[in-house]
């Protein structure tokens, strides 16, 4: 069984960071792309960034220059950096692994950021 967990959102201030990691555990065999998505209020869920297992990388046009996306292919982690945040950052943040050729979602973690 794959499990992908997320950890460290919270609340901020506009014009700070945060720095949010998802971990994928469980019968890993092969570990593809993993990414982070984000859904607000009222919203459809969409791309924040993606990382290739060979480490290219995708943006948002939205936070193009403001976030930065990593991973640590040994611990199965991705990360996402978070700076100059906006309140239009404001969202759950949900990672997705490709784990064994499946799409795995975790279950999210709330960002705010208040004016």
């Known amino acids: 069984q794959v499990q992908v967990v997320e950890s460290g959102g919270g609340l901020v201030q506009a014009g700070g960071s945060l720095r949010l990691s998802c971990a994928a555990s469980?019968?890993?065999?092969?570990?593809?792309?993993m990414g982070w998505y984000r859904q607000a209020p009222g919203e459809q869920r969409e791309l924040v960034a993606r990382?290739?297992?060979?480490?290219?990388?995708i943006y948002a046009d939205s936070v193009l220059g403001r976030f930065t996306i990593s991973r640590d292919n040994a611990k199965n982690t991705v990360y996402l950096q978070m700076d100059s945040l906006k309140p239009e950052d404001t969202a759950v943040y949900y990672c997705s692994a490709f784990v064994n050729g499946i799409q795995y979602w975790g279950k999210g973690t709330l960002v705010t950021v208040s004016s």
């Open positions: 990382i290739s297992s060979g480490g290219s990388t």
């Open positions: 469980g019968s890993i065999f092969s570990l593809g792309s």
